[in-house]
T-cell receptor, first 112, second 115 residues
Framework: DAKTTQPTSMDCAEGRAANLPCNHS???????VYWYRQIHSQGPQYIIH???NNETNEMASLIITEDRKSSTLILPHATLRDTAVYYC?????????????FGPGTSLSVIP | DTGVSQNPRHKITKRGQNVTFRCDPISEHNRLYWYRQTLGQGPEFLTY????????KSRLLSDRFSAERPKGSFSTLEIQRTEQGDSAMYLC?????????????FGPGTRLTVT
């Protein structure tokens, strides 16, 4: 099962776009990429997911490379409330949840 | 608020005691998941239910841990003979039955401290 690697931490100026990378070089053809975030002292919050095509919702955009070996979560206009740990995970439908590894994620600090 | 709720939010217990946590999922969700999270790490899967059936348990789940969802609504997670290594945040999540893909909605967690 594919694992993901993310930078440990990133800073972003308030109002600018935050681009959070994720490497999943061993991803399988039927594995989706999911992004969650966790604000301090809260449970993780689902953000977005995708398979091949780029996706956008009210929270963020997800850009997946053509070879699917990496992706980028984009927060178009970061606010202080976006300061959180961001997790990138991959999973195929129907596979064991025991094999889903969240990892330590990327700690994003949005700076005023 | 119709999100996932967990009680208690904090629990301090002495080593060797038993503890029980409760999770109330989003009412229309039929899947319920338990995770454990230690400081600086992401959540680790423990177990999940579809309705009242426990469909998967992690290899990490020791015999001291047991989870139930008797009527397919709320769930309880019990830890017997707690150890200091059990100190962690215990997260519950719920979702619809997986059709093609699904996203999980997490509760705020129960922080357990074993002294």
């Amino acid at each position: 099962d594919a694992k993901t690697t993310q930078p440990t931490s990133m800073d972003c100026a308030e109002g600018r776009a935050a681009n959070l990378p994720c490497n999943h070089s061993t991803i399988s053809g039927n594995e989706y990429v999911y992004w969650y975030r966790q604000i301090h002292s809260q449970g993780p919050q689902y953000i977005i997911h995708g398979l091949k095509n780029n996706e956008t919702n009210e929270m963020a955009s997800l850009i997946i490379t053509e070879d699917r070996k990496s992706s980028t979560l984009i927060l178009p206009h970061a606010t202080l409330r976006d300061t959180a740990v961001y997790y990138c995970i991959v999973r195929a439908p129907g596979t064991s949840y025991d094999k889903v590894i969240f990892g330590p994620g990327t700690s994003l600090s949005v700076i005023p | 608020d119709t999100g996932v709720s967990q009680n208690p939010r904090h629990k301090i217990t002495k080593r060797g005691q038993n503890v029980t946590f409760r999770c109330d999922p989003i009412s229309e969700h039929n899947r319920l998941y338990w995770y454990r999270q230690t400081l600086g790490q992401g959540p680790e899967f423990l177990t999940y239910f579809q309705n009242e059936a426990q469909l998967e348990k992690s290899r990490l789940l020791s015999d001291r841990f047991s989870a139930e969802r008797p009527k397919g609504s709320f769930s309880t997670l019990e830890i017997q003979r707690t150890e200091q290594g059990d100190s962690a945040m215990y997260l519950c999540a719920s979702s619809f039955k997986e059709a093609s893909v699904g996203e999980q909605y997490f509760g705020p967690g129960t922080r357990l401290t074993v002294t």
